[in-house]
């Protein structure tokens, strides 16, 4: 049985195929029931982290093509455990959700801006992969333009590009994860981690590293009291949600795939077209939409059905 849960070489660019007639539909739900199983991409479960909190179950997958380093410090520490008994730190109303793994040598979790905070020293600084260079990516323009820069998606990501400088990037939309940093020139380490509860902040693009995208499980997390303290923070251990457990889905017997939709596929062009040109409730279709409304369709899929 399938549940769909909808959320998010030289320079390659692939321009998004007009829908055929058999896929012609008039909203994204029906372009996304009739997408072939060929306009699916499976998600790795290595790529994928499960978050265990006492308001419910995150399902989120990491993206190492746009951020190595990051991506396989936060795998370390999952693997590692620092993430079990962590705890959700700060919720800003239309903003993020942020967590943090469970601090070492007995030091307080970050309850803090970090302009306010003590600026910490890493022991293994990691590069600033707030961007990568777009060669070798297979970059869909989106139809519609963008304030910040060439919307557009790679691979089943809601990404942006630069031409003049050669360089590509994933878009804060809903549901984006990044990773919390200190000020520059520091970048964080993985062990503090947000994602995006509000309107897409696409100011913070090429600002901070993003990581990966929540697949499930956003709307409980979103849902928590908000923090009283600047951006958000809690003031106190009373008010953060406990972090039970944190695992890759690699490492979790008979957890179901995942996959999301192939953004350079003719369904996919059908699902943008519905979007932006929705029919039946509107008086006057937008004949436009911003990247972060076109998010990409993902489903969970039974181990059952894996072909």
């Excluded at 199983?37 to 499960?50: G, R, T």
């Excluded at 009283?228 to 003031?235: P, R």
């Excluded at 519905?274 to 993902?298: E, K, Q, S, Y």
Aim: with cysteine; aromatic share 6%.
């Amino acid at each position: 049985m399938k549940r769909l849960a909808i959320l998010a070489a030289p320079l390659l660019m692939a321009q998004a195929p007009a829908p055929p007639a058999s896929l012609t539909v008039t909203t994204a739900d029906d372009a996304i029931a009739r997408a072939p199983a060929s306009h699916w991409i499976a998600i790795n479960p290595d790529d994928i982290m499960v978050m265990d909190t006492a308001a419910g179950r995150m399902v989120i997958q990491l993206a190492p093509d746009f951020a190595p380093a990051h991506v396989a410090a936060i795998k370390a520490l999952v693997k590692a455990g620092r993430f079990n008994d962590g705890r959700i730190v700060r919720v800003q109303d239309n903003y993020v959700v942020q967590w943090a793994a469970r601090p070492v040598d007995g030091k307080e979790v970050v309850s803090q801006p970090p302009d306010v905070r003590e600026q910490r020293v890493r022991p293994t600084p990691l590069p600033a992969e707030y961007e990568r260079p777009a060669k070798g990516l297979t970059f869909t323009p989106s139809p519609y333009t963008d304030s910040y820069a060439e919307a557009g998606f790679v691979s089943g990501w809601q990404a942006a590009r630069d031409r003049k400088t050669g360089t590509a990037w994933l878009a804060h939309c809903y549901g984006t994860v990044g990773v919390g940093r200190d000020m520059p020139p520091d970048t964080g380490d993985g062990a503090e981690l947000y994602t995006v509860i509000g309107h897409g902040p696409r100011h913070l693009d090429r600002n901070i590293a993003n990581v990966g995208r929540v697949l499930a499980g956003i709307e409980p997390h979103a849902a928590l009291p908000r923090g009283s303290e600047a951006l958000g923070f809690y003031k106190d251990e009373a008010q953060r949600t406990k972090i039970t457990q944190v695992r890759l889905a690699s490492q979790i017997a008979g957890f179901s795939r995942w996959q999301m939709m192939d953004t350079a596929s003719a369904s996919f062009a059908a699902v943008v077209q519905a979007r932006a040109n929705r029919t039946g409730f509107f008086i006057r279709p937008a004949g436009a939409a911003d990247l972060c409304t076109l998010r990409v369709p993902v489903r969970e899929v039974a181990q059952s059905d894996v072909k």
